[in-house]
């Protein structure tokens, strides 16, 4: 059998997998997709559909020209994106940001897969990839099953370094009221399918914030199993209590600032804090508490969270919860096309490589995608340029930005995409020093986005191959 009609078998089905599952295929090579669920249930999991979005319905913003995970959506559009594509399918409002109706998307990209006539779903728990499997993606996500966490342990030698990730409640929206909340998007900012008034914003005073705050600190928390005991948080997903433990004022800067927001009320008081609902369906019937992940139990949440001002009679379709994440110290374990340099056979692409957020995790899975598809047909397929955002976080993933001591990662963790991965401009100026949007950073930014998507459309017009035969 010719190697190029052998499949090549991704082990799971999120973010990552269904888009590395999508580029493969759309370049003529079969895939076979392994899907635990719903064999197997995972604790964040409520629906047997390929990517399903568990923590937030955000992608962030769309922003391509000052904002780098903006500019990592343009990228992904452009390189044919199955996820880009369901999303803009099924977004809905949120100001500057791509949210997304969670349902439709997931089954957006479920069908696409379904109809794809070289890809084979299968709905089965992979413990560890057979022997005769010569080419494997492993994109299981922050909720890799111990089973395969403990096969790849025992390959690498590595102990898996691990987070947690919380989830944040949804609200039923006929359950807010809207004679104290109002609603407005921050500086009044459209986005796509926006109307710059896209969110719920429930004002708190000094007193009510302070209150809140304290029963937040006061709050019965779930018990952590003793092996998660010394598991750190990665900071940009933590429990709102959490940050309250840093101090009293740590939330009006964080989820609960005010700023840019005027009480459509009382536009003569300027709340003190402001909690945030975003639109987490098409029907607008669901709004999610933005920033609001918890480990709080469930009886405390609904107690707390019906003190802020709007939400005294909210009724929640979800409440928070939490989950433990994985990943790999990809730096010292992977080679540039996301091979483990110790069995070439495995790739590794999504949250488990450490990149951190479901954009990310999608454009390492279309990374892969690329890079396994081009290895059936005889091609290596050189990394997107450090300059794009596609280079830039793999960049982070492969080392290409850790400090190293004695030829290893001083430090890795988890990482949104960010303008900091990037290289500088040739013959730009500094930073300005007057804060983070003076014109002179928004002009850098602006320049770095374009030199991104000029790279970018060359690297896809062929500079990315080269030919192994």
């Known amino acids: 059998m010719s190697p190029r009609s052998l499949p090549v078998h991704i082990v799971g089905g999120g973010l990552a997998g269904t888009e590395a599952a999508w580029q493969i295929a759309s370049r003529g090579v079969p895939v076979a997709i392994h899907e635990m669920r719903p064999v197997r249930t995972t604790a964040a999991h409520k629906s047997e559909s390929l990517a399903e979005l568990v923590c937030s319905n955000s992608f962030r913003s769309d922003d391509r020209e000052t904002n780098a995970v903006g500019l990592l959506h343009a990228e ?29 998307f997931a089954q957006a990209v479920t069908t696409a897969l379904e109809a794809h006539p070289l890809i084979d779903i299968r709905r089965e728990e992979i413990l560890n990839p057979p022997s005769d499997w010569d080419s494997v993606i492993v994109a299981t996500g922050p909720l890799t099953s111990p089973a395969l966490a403990e096969s790849i342990r025992a390959l690498t030698g590595e102990a898996a370094l691990a987070f947690f990730d ?44 302070e209150g809140f705050v304290a029963a937040l600190l006061a709050g019965e928390k779930v ?111 992977l080679d540039d096309s996301l091979r483990l340099k110790c069995a070439p056979r495995l790739r590794f692409a999504g949250q488990i490589t450490g990149c951190e957020g479901y954009v990310e995790s999608a454009a390492m899975g279309l990374l892969a995608g690329l890079f396994a598809a081009g290895e059936r047909r005889g091609e290596t397929i050189i990394p997107p340029p450090p300059t794009t955002a596609h280079g830039a976080l793999h960049g982070h993933i492969t080392g290409g930005h850790i400090e190293t001591i004695d030829a290893g990662p001083k430090s890795y963790q988890p990482m949104n995409v960010n303008f900091g991965l990037f290289p500088p401009l040739a013959n730009a100026a500094e930073r300005a020093g007057d804060g983070r949007h003076s014109e002179k950073t928004l002009a850098r930014k602006r320049a770095l986005s374009a030199r991104a998507l000029a790279d970018l459309d060359r690297w896809i017009a062929g500079d990315h191959r080269i030919a192994a035969e």
């Open 76 to 104: 992904m559009r452009r390189l044919g994106s199955l996820i880009m594509r369901a999303a803009d399918a099924n977004q809905v409002p949120a100001g500057g940001a791509l949210a997304v109706d969670r349902v439709g």
């Open 166 to 209: 919380a989830i944040a409640p949804i609200v039923h929206r006929e359950s807010i009221d809207m004679s104290v909340a109002w609603m407005q998007s921050r500086y009044d900012k459209s986005g796509p399918g926006g109307s710059g008034a896209d969110y719920i914003n429930c004002p708190l005073t000094r007193e009510q914030y």
């Open 223 to 333: 018990a952590f199993h003793e092996w998660e005991a010394t598991t750190p948080y990665f900071d940009g997903c933590l429990p709102i209590e959490i940050m309250a433990e840093r101090g009293i004022e740590t939330l009006r800067h964080g989820p609960m600032k005010p700023f840019g927001l005027t009480n459509a009320h009382k536009p003569e008081e300027k709340p003190y804090a402001v909690v945030q609902l975003r639109q987490d369906n098409k029907l607008g019937t669901l709004f999610n508490m933005v920033g609001f992940q918890t480990k709080l139990k469930h009886g405390e949440q609904t107690r707390v969270f019906r003190s802020v001002p709007g939400l005294a009679k909210a009724e929640f379709a979800r409440l928070g919860g939490i989950h433990r994440n994985t990943f790999l110290n990809s730096p010292k374990l």
